[in-house]
């Protein structure tokens, strides 16, 4: 059963400061992931998606799989309070026909 | 507006109840999903479906049912088997049923408490 592991937090960093979230996963052959951002009491919506191994960037978010150590984090530049959040991991089942969600880390930017 | 409708917003139910979730989209999706949120959790897999009349259990899908009946719709029925109903729901849908470079489109969720 491949899983996606996050640390829930809460990661609490000053306005202006870099935010870096990260996930591991279980499978070695996975492929693609994807980082959604959840407001409380809100639907998560995408803000990344990555696929191969290196950085990818947009806007503030950067994303970065390293296929070798299993791991792809989230680097949020100039945090700003909007940016406080959960923030989802996730990636295809086995059969890539769903997606698998880690548990969420909590962001809290202060101001 | 294109994007995915659910209904109820807030549901309570006595214990012993069945209770049906409505999803409906109008992105002419093929795939929809069912998850379950509990505070401090991801999202939990519960059924989708790649197709009309076709539906695949996901990693929760005992004591609740679907159907897919029509493209756009994927109703969810919590039934008096699922222990602990009491969650946040959400449904989504994505325009193929690939998720290598899929993105997953979510309604606004349905909140179910268990009374």
């Known amino acids: 059963q491949k899983e996606v592991e996050q640390n829930s937090g809460p990661l609490s960093v000053p306005e202006g400061a870099i935010a870096s979230l990260n996930c591991t996963y279980s499978?070695?052959?996975?492929?693609?992931f994807f980082w959604y951002r959840q407001y409380s009491g809100k639907s998560p919506e995408l803000i990344m998606f990555?696929?191969?191994?290196g950085d990818k960037e947009d806007g503030r978010f950067t994303a970065q799989l390293n296929k070798a150590s299993q791991y792809v984090s989230l680097l949020i530049r100039d945090s700003q309070p909007s940016d406080s959040a959960t923030y989802l991991c996730?990636?295809?089942?086995?059969?890539?026909?769903?997606?698998?969600f880690g548990k969420g880390t909590t962001l809290s930017v202060s101001s | 507006d294109g994007g995915i409708t659910q209904s109820p917003k807030y549901l309570f139910r006595k214990e012993g109840q069945n209770v049906t979730l409505s999803c409906e989209q109008n992105?002419?999706?093929?795939?929809m999903y069912w998850y379950r949120q509990d505070p401090g959790q991801g999202l939990r897999l519960i059924y989708y479906?790649?197709?009309?009349?076709?539906?695949q259990k996901g990693d929760i899908a005992e004591g609740y049912s679907v159907s897919r009946e029509k493209k756009e719709s994927f109703p969810l029925t919590v039934t008096s088997a699922q222990k602990n109903p009491t969650a946040f729901y959400l449904c989504?849908?994505?325009?193929?049923?690939?998720?290598?470079?899929?993105?997953?489109?979510f309604g606004e969720g349905s909140r179910l408490t268990v009374l």
């Open positions: 989504a849908s994505s325009e193929t049923g690939t998720m290598t470079t899929g993105e997953l489109f």
């Open positions: 499978d070695r052959g996975s492929q693609s």
């Open positions: 990555i696929y191969s191994n």
């Open positions: 996730a990636s295809p089942n086995q059969a890539g026909t769903a997606l698998i």
């Open positions: 992105l002419n999706h093929d795939a």
């Open positions: 479906s790649q197709i009309v009349n076709d539906f």
